[in-house]
């Protein structure tokens, strides 16, 4: 399972979603630095683990997405 860096709130907690659309809210001190909006992380031993490749895997698709919505306007 995959989990989405949808938003910070108030510098201490990571606001993540899973695949599933579920959130939780993590504190900001049990993620790794990596800490960026859209982000993907997952599970490893009870750690949240960044995850670059699955990260730009949907980072790409989304751009290709909104490529080809202007494109069909």
Request: aromatic fraction near 12%.
């Amino acid at each position: 399972m995959f989990y989405t860096l949808n938003r910070i709130e108030e510098e201490l907690f990571a606001v993540l979603t899973d695949d599933d659309g579920r959130k939780y809210d993590i504190p900001v001190s049990e993620m790794p630095k990596e800490l960026s909006i859209g982000n993907v992380y997952e599970v490893i031993d009870g750690a949240y683990i960044y995850n670059e490749k699955e990260t730009e895997k949907r980072r790409e698709a989304a751009k290709n997405r909104l490529n080809r919505f202007f494109q069909n306007r």
